[in-house]
């Protein structure tokens, strides 16, 4: 019951942005889009969420755009440790059980 | 503030056998949800514990189960293992709820089957 679709893999030079795309054209008014990554075996680390407007914080920034219906993840300045995978998530209500619904995720190899 | 803690990071059982893992929240999350990652299924939602209650729950049967403590700490549980529980296991916790609140992970519990 994936709600999201994002590509494979994306391939990244070190110190340029990463633009990471992120489809979700079933979302609902009021669930968030949630952007995770997890480093090789370690635990998922949050990195932003939003619900319609874009979101900065110090690992990156969100651009959701205005019918929702997909979003971009950007990390200004890939260094090698932004490898990982990142998943974009959608939070789903009540309705489909209150959880963290993953999707497949792109892994992100960030290239010196 | 430390982060989400689970233990054991490693585990060995045989088929047949029980299992049980712990996770503890960060200080002040009363919720705990768990989730188990599989190379083929990828990360799945187990259940969610709050205020030592089940709140949601997966669609994983009844070999898993839960429970959660008045501290929060919760403790998942898998009976009758099978060679397809072998998995990442992750717990995660927040504030309130997965509903209203960002979930963080811990680093996991990877369990193999034999």
């Known amino acids: 019951d994936a709600k999201t679709t994002q590509p494979t893999s994306m391939d990244c030079a070190e110190g340029r942005a990463a633009n990471l795309p992120c489809n979700h054209s079933?979302?609902?008014?009021?669930?968030?889009v949630y952007w995770y990554r997890q480093i090789h075996s370690q635990g998922p680390q949050y990195i932003i969420h939003g619900l319609k407007n874009n979101e900065t914080n110090e690992m990156a920034s969100l651009i959701i755009t205005e019918d929702r219906k997909s979003s971009t993840l950007i990390l200004p300045h890939a260094t090698l440790r932004d490898t990982a995978v990142y998943y974009c998530i959608v939070r789903v209500g009540k309705e489909y059980g209150n959880k963290l619904v993953f999707g497949a995720g792109t892994i992100l190899r960030v290239k010196s | 503030k430390a982060g989400v803690t689970q233990t054991p990071r490693y585990l060995i059982k045989t088929r047949g056998q029980q299992v049980t893992l712990s996770c503890s929240p960060i200080s002040g999350h009363r919720s705990v949800s768990w989730y188990q990652q599989t190379p083929g299924q990828g990360l799945q939602f187990l259940f969610e514990?709050?205020?030592?209650?089940?709140?949601n729950k997966g669609n994983f049967p009844g070999r898993f189960s839960g429970r959660q403590f008045s501290n929060s700490r919760s403790e998942m549980n898998v009976s009758t293992l099978e060679l397809g529980d072998s998995a990442l296991y992750l717990c995660a916790s927040s504030l309130r709820g997965v509903s209203t609140d960002t979930q963080y992970f811990g680093p996991g519990t990877r369990l193999t089957v034999l």
């Open positions: 514990y709050f205020s030592e209650t089940q709140r």
């Open positions: 079933t979302i609902s008014g009021n669930e968030y």
